[in-house]
């Protein structure tokens, strides 16, 4: 008959053996991964770096915004402008339009 003490002990032994495997395929696994990491941290940096010009852009998109509708108001004041002196000739009554607008002021370089 077995000596329970030896039956402890091997069955303490394959505990060891097995928890020893579960170990190794966990730092293989690590492993792995790491080097999975390793390779990702360039597409990383590369995403960011887009995600930042994506940024950029969204802001001179919203500037160009800002712009197209100033330029839009100005185009609708001399349209506005056009159709009056349209309207005066119909009439009859031409207006000029450089009587009309507002004119530049310059300094006098003296």
């Not at 360039?42 to 100033?70: F, G």
């Not at 009309?100 to 300094?107: E, Y």
């Amino acid at each position: 008959m077995d000596n329970p003490n030896t039956t402890e002990l091997d069955s303490l032994e394959t505990s060891i053996l097995e928890t020893e495997s579960q170990l190794t395929n966990t730092f293989t696994q690590i492993d792995t991964l790491v080097l999975m990491l390793e390779r990702l941290r360039p597409v990383s940096e590369e995403l960011k770096s887009l995600y930042e010009d994506i940024d950029q852009l969204e802001k001179r998109i919203e500037l160009l915004k800002k712009s197209t509708k100033h330029i839009e108001k100005e185009i609708q004041k001399i349209n506005y402008t056009l159709k009056k002196e349209e309207w005066s000739i119909q009439d009859g009554t031409p207006r000029l339009l450089w009587q009309s607008s507002n004119p530049v002021q310059h300094r006098s370089s003296g």
